[in-house]
């Protein structure tokens, strides 16, 4: 297909499926939606409005807009909640909050040279950042979004995230908790997706950690001796050009990667909260599972009042009794 080839990708050894492809108005879209499975939408128009949007444009109406930007050292930026990081913690991440105007970064990227450090913009929209923005902002194609929000009953829009990565920067392997229409302006982004049944295969940093719900396994060196079952995941690739949306149910992990050699990307995505669930069904649904593992690591952090204490109590019951 025109716009993009194979050796723009990064080389993993993960074993990769496709993820489907259907038109915005295929009646077999929303089977897709509410089952919480991953689809490439083709045609919704959702930001078709905001294709103009790129740097010279947003460098023009809100090149003195302060925005929230991370620095790494590589070209991975590997996202992190500082209100977990403990004074008794060594904690150095790679990557790291740098805010800076929008147009110190337009030109940043624009000169940016092998060596340096890079930069990725991850800036809630909201109207701080200029009313040109929130007046493309209201033209996105919300009819057929808020009736996907409907049909999946689905919670509140959360927030919406633009995104402008340089080309082969990479976010690694991570969940997020929310429903996620994520839609593509300018470049070609690669997901590599992973269902919440994966979870044993990808050995998310415990609940405490800095990096919670990111995966600890290193895509680019995986230490097979830590995370054995890393040799199992099997993956559903999708590359996202200009234009389409992609379906990331929540609890899904996903690798993200700015094609290499593909220019800068600029993305949009639509967090929405997750709808309130009527009635608990049996069997229970991978990403419950997910939430139940969570709820216990929170519950015993509580408890012991020690994160740090988690493992080894998560040990003395497992050993010899359920093992
Ligand atoms: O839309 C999503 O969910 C993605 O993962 C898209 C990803 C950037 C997300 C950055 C981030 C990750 C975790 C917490 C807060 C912010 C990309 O496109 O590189
Ligand atoms: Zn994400």
Not at 116 to 134: A, E, K, P
Not at 179 to 200: H, T
Not at 237 to 253: A, H, N, Q, R, S
Request: net charge positive.
């Amino acid at each position: 297909m025109a716009g993009w080839n194979e050796n723009q990708l990064r080389k993993y050894n993960i074993k990769l499926e496709k993820i489907p492809t259907l038109q915005y108005d295929d009646p077999k879209l929303d089977s897709h939606l509410t089952n919480n499975y991953p689809v490439l939408i083709k045609g919704s128009k959702l930001v078709s409005r905001v294709l103009k949007w790129d740097l010279d444009y947003l460098k023009q109406h809100m090149s003195s807009v302060c925005c929230n930007v991370i620095v790494s050292k590589n070209h991975k930026f590997k996202y992190y909640d500082p209100k977990k990081i403990t004074p008794n913690m060594t904690f150095k991440p790679i990557s790291r909050p740098s805010p800076m105007i929008f147009s110190e970064f337009a030109d940043k990227i624009t000169n940016w040279k092998k060596g340096d450090s890079r930069l990725y913009l991850q800036q809630v929209l909201n109207n701080t950042i200029g009313q040109h923005v929130v007046r493309d902002f209201v033209m996105f194609n919300w009819d057929w979004i808020m009736s996907k929000q409907k049909i999946c009953k689905w919670g509140p829009l959360s927030s919406n995230l633009i995104l402008i990565a340089q080309e082969g920067n990479v976010t690694p392997c991570h969940y997020d908790e929310q429903q996620n229409m994520f839609a593509s302006i300018r470049g070609y982004k690669r997901f590599i997706l992973f269902p919440p049944s994966q979870f044993e295969c990808l050995y998310p940093h415990p609940v405490h950690h800095p990096y919670d719900r990111q995966s600890q396994v290193d895509f680019d060196n995986p230490d097979f001796t830590k995370f054995p079952k890393f040799k199992e995941a099997c993956g559903y690739e999708v590359i996202v050009g200009p234009e389409d949306v992609l379906y990331i149910p929540m609890y899904w992990f996903h690798h993200v990667e700015s094609l290499k050699h593909g220019g800068y990307t600029v993305s949009i995505n639509f967090w929405f909260k997750a709808g309130s669930v009527e009635k608990i069904e049996y069997p229970l649904l991978d990403y419950q599972r997910m939430v139940i593992m969570r709820n216990v690591e929170k519950m015993l952090a509580e408890a012991l009042h020690d994160p740090s204490e988690v493992g080894n109590m998560l040990k003395t019951i497992f050993l010899g009794r359920y093992s």
